[in-house]
């Protein structure tokens, strides 16, 4: 008994020495899951037995620790062993190490103690014996929390000087459970719209009108509240008039607006001023229209 006893916890310890190696970036968290497969039954300790291949199925919760886990594992395993029914009811602790967690799939060994009740129908002999078991499988990330697992066990149940081995291809899906997927950050705030006031002019003239006025004194208002430190002043003519005349009436009509929010307290330095013409008319018309929403300054704080 002490040999098989050293020689399964010698299988499960061979994943110390790697262990320090192991790297994640998951998250711990508890999982479950249940499991199904084959199972050979060895009975090599019971003369004349008969062993056919039977089936295996069962249930794990545990917690995952990134690298090492620990779990609870009940299993029942029937066989058929010279015609009669085995039936195997089994209930395991276990410790696992993950190797390669980073990765969709990780390689794992472990090693489990607990006790396993048998009986074989018909005979009267049914007993609770304490078992061992090795563990040596690959587990496979699905998505959103769920996985699957394929492994081999190999169960010692330690019977009384007849002892006796189950051999179990199990396959496992489950799923761990961790904190919510964060929400999606709010989109970064669109960059602030520039604030922009118009002025209208009279055709032909520079000269700021009673409403001009009130349309600068807003502008500059709201400049100084919101630390406007740049303010862009654009003229505008409509197409009535050669270029050259235009480009220069635009310009004019620029620095009034200027000398007037200078004299509503807006410093020169932060005023840029620019002269269009006729080139970028509010509502498009053919040359030579008066329209009067062409001939403008547009005050733009920035």
Do not use: C
């Not at 395991?92 to 390669?100: G, I, K, Q, R, S």
């Not at 620029?254 to 008319?281: F, H, Y």
């Amino acid at each position: 008994m002490k040999a098989k006893l050293g020689a399964v916890v010698a299988a499960a310890l061979v994943a110390v020495p790697l262990a320090a190696n192991a790297q994640s970036t998951n998250l711990p968290g508890f999982y479950v899951g249940v499991e199904g497969g084959l199972n050979w039954l060895d009975l090599r300790t019971f003369s004349g037995a008969d062993e056919k291949l039977g089936f295996a199925a069962g249930a794990v919760v545990g917690y995952d620790f990134v690298g090492p886990r620990v779990e609870l594992e009940p299993v029942y395993r029937y066989n058929k062993v010279s015609g009669l029914k085995m039936h195997q009811y089994s209930a395991f602790a276990n410790v696992l190490y993950d190797f390669m967690t980073d990765s969709i799939i990780s390689p794992h060994l472990g090693i489990g103690a607990g006790i396993n009740y048998w009986k074989i129908k018909g005979t009267g002999i049914s007993t609770t014996d304490f078992a061992m078991q090795g563990i040596a499988g690959v587990s496979l990330k699905i998505s959103d929390g769920f996985y699957g697992s394929l492994d081999y066990k190999f169960m010692n149940t330690f019977a009384k000087g007849k002892d006796f081995q189950n051999h179990t291809a199990m396959l496992t899906l489950g799923y761990k459970f961790g904190p919510p997927t964060p929400a999606a950050p709010p989109p970064p705030p669109p960059g602030a719209t520039p604030a922009q006031y118009i002025v209208f002019f009279d055709f032909d003239r520079a000269t700021l009108t009673a409403q001009a006025m009130t349309t600068i004194k807003q502008a500059a208002d709201a400049a100084k509240a919101g630390n406007k430190t740049r303010i862009g002043v654009t003229g505008h003519t409509d197409r009535s008039g050669g270029d050259a005349y235009n480009m220069a009436l635009s310009l004019r009509r620029a620095n009034a607006v200027k000398d007037a929010l200078v004299r509503e307290g807006i410093p020169a330095s932060g005023i840029t001023v620019v002269g269009r013409g006729e080139s970028q008319p509010l509502v498009p018309t053919a040359d030579g229209v008066r329209e009067p929403q062409n001939r403008r300054v547009e005050i733009v704080l920035q």
